[in-house]
């Protein structure tokens, strides 16, 4: 059993940053695969990015490919997600979640968090 809870979101102007958390419990984190998603008030929940257990494989939505970026520090339980050059489109909650396998879709992540709210202004 693993349990998720994220931080760092809030409210910020277009073309600034933030730095998303996700801090895990237990002792098995490098062994999950990790991955953001979001989702948009009345959309679906959707990819964001994803990191292999070492860390060394990364991979990215379309959309923010080149502005996000993922990483991990397994020492400490911990995945980011630093997001830059924010758009008003990014609008949305934000979820991490942990899978035994890399994939881009939710069924491939068995644990998830809660969510942190992310909100870009014009």
């Known amino acids: 059993q693993v349990q998720l809870v994220e931080s760092g979101g809030g409210l910020v102007q277009a073309g600034g940053s933030l730095r998303l958390s996700c801090a895990a419990s237990g002792r098995t984190f490098s062994s999950y695969t990790m991955g953001w998603f979001r989702q948009a008030p009345g959309k679906d929940r959707e990819f964001v990015s994803g990191?292999?257990?070492?860390?060394?494989?990364?991979y990215y939505a379309d959309s923010v490919k080149g502005r996000f970026t993922i990483s991990r520090d397994n020492a400490k339980n911990t995945v980011y997600l630093q997001m830059n050059s924010l758009k008003p489109e990014d609008t949305a909650i934000y979820y991490c979640?942990?899978?035994?396998?890399?994939?881009?879709?939710?069924?491939?992540?068995?644990?998830w968090g809660r969510g942190t709210q992310v909100t870009v202004s014009s």
């Open positions: 979640a942990a899978g035994r396998f890399m994939g881009r879709s939710t069924s491939a992540y068995d644990y």
């Open positions: 990191i292999s257990r070492s860390g060394v494989t990364t």
